[in-house]
């Protein structure tokens, strides 16, 4: 077994040289170089996903610390809505009753006026 496993290991190895020497469409570049350009590329990709990430935490703590503030500020606002809404309704109410009243006295002022003429 041992036997086999370190023949494939040498095999292994001896592909992987090979392959890395291997020559690419630019002439003046084998394929190490495009391994290696490709292994640089994905260790940035990692570091700026990294500090992305990092960045996403820092950004959802500060949400999770801000949240009960918002949430008491708009409970705040939906009360002071409501008591105004109640103050314009009762407002609103009372004018209709006006206008009513003064509907009533036009009416009856012109019906006077009929009258007299």
């Known amino acids: 077994m041992f036997k086999s496993f370190s023949l494939g290991f040498i095999l292994g190895a001896g592909v992987g040289i090979a392959a890395a020497f291997l020559p690419t469409d630019d002439k003046d570049r084998c394929l190490k170089d495009?391994?290696?350009?490709?292994?640089?590329?994905?260790?940035?990709d990692s570091a700026t996903f990294s500090d992305n990430l990092a960045t996403f935490q820092d950004s959802l703590n500060n949400f999770n610390q801000k949240a009960p503030i918002a949430t008491e500020t708009l409970s705040s606002l939906q009360s002071k809505t409501e008591k105004f809404?109640?103050?314009?309704?009762?407002?609103?109410?009372d004018l209709k009753d006006k206008i009513s009243d003064l509907n009533a006295k036009i009416?009856?002022?012109?019906?006077?006026l009929k009258e007299r003429n």
């Open 34 to 44: 495009d391994v290696k350009d490709y292994i640089d590329g994905s260790i940035n």
């Open 85 to 93: 809404q109640n103050i314009m309704n009762e407002k609103t109410d």
């Open 107 to 112: 009416i009856s002022l012109n019906a006077d």
